[in-house]
């Protein structure tokens, strides 16, 4: 009788306990295009099927929070022609799976300094943030115009509004009251960061957040992500001691 080979997808649900927040740093869109002779907007457009793939994989798998870095602060700085493609397809992007995103069960919300987005672009993440909401099966994060200082630099601002109002003791401030005040409050740090294109950085990413996550860096270019190369990075993740600064007995 011959044996199955199992799925990687089998082997991690053999495993049982998937990570609860995966967050992904894409990468590597503009290699990808410049390898095929392509324009830069190219790779990103190749991209917008491997957000796909990693919604399938953490659908398929159990994962609950996924957050992926789409645009960060310091991306305001590439040349507009790109920045312009880029805000394109995010509306494309929204247009063309809201509908699928919603049967789904997925909430999608985009976190950073929105207000910098132009007022189309802003329109098309309001419409997708409602058109979601009470989606039970994944939260999807979209990092845009995000860096994680930025976000820091928010956080304090709070709470030193909240000191200088009387209302908050600057001994009493806790850890609890600085993650409350990032776009991340509502959902648990992420477990597991994976980054494409095997750039070994953080870039600015959820550094709060990311304080007892397991690191995964993968050479495949972002375009080239499938939910196998997912699954891969959670078989890796799988292995791992995780010890939170503890000894394991
Ligand atoms: C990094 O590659 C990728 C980006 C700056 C954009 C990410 C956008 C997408 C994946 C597509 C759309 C997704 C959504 C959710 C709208 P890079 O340009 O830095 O690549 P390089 O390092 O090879 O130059």
Redesign the pocket.
């Known amino acids: 009788m011959s044996t199955v080979p199992s799925t990687l997808l089998d082997q991690v649900r053999q495993h049982g306990a998937v990570p609860t927040h995966v967050a992904i740093i ?9 390898e095929r002779g392509l324009g ?1 907007p190219a ?3 190749a ?2 099927a ?2 796909r793939e990693a919604v399938e994989g953490c659908l398929a798998a159990g994962v609950q929070v996924l957050t ?5 602060q310091e ?1 305001w700085q ?1 040349p507009p022609a ?1 920045i312009d493609a ?1 805000m394109a ?2 509306e494309e ?2 247009a063309k799976e809201a509908n699928e995103l919603r049967a789904q069960g997925v909430s999608v919300r985009m976190l950073g300094d929105l207000e910098r987005l132009s007022p189309s672009a802003k329109a098309a993440v309001d419409q997708i943030e409602q058109s979601t909401a009470g989606g039970t099966n994944l939260a999807l994060n ?1 990092c845009l115009s995000y860096s994680a200082r930025a976000e820091l630099v928010r956080a304090m601002q709070h709470l030193g509004a909240r000191v200088a109002a009387g209302t908050l003791a600057p001994h009493a401030i806790t850890e609890q009251d600085v993650a409350a005040e990032l776009y991340t409050a509502a959902w648990p740090d992420p477990d597991l960061i994976i980054r494409t ?1 095997g ?1 070994m950085r953080v870039s600015n990413f959820l550094l709060w957040q990311m304080a007892y996550a397991e690191l995964h860096v993968t050479p495949v ?3 080239d992500f499938t939910r196998e190369t997912f699954y891969v990075a959670l078989l890796d993740f799988l292995r791992r001691d995780r010890r939170f600064g503890r000894v394991t007995s």
């Not at 894409?26 to 410049?34: K, L, S």
């Not at 992926?68 to 960060?72: E, K, M, P």
Request: aromatic share 14%; no cysteine.
């Open positions: 894409m990468d590597g869109n503009g290699r990808w295009a410049t830069r790779g990103h457009h991209g917008m491997s957000v992926l870095f789409a645009f960060s991306n590439r790109e880029l397809l995010l992007y929204i979209v294109s750039e270019l972002w375009p």
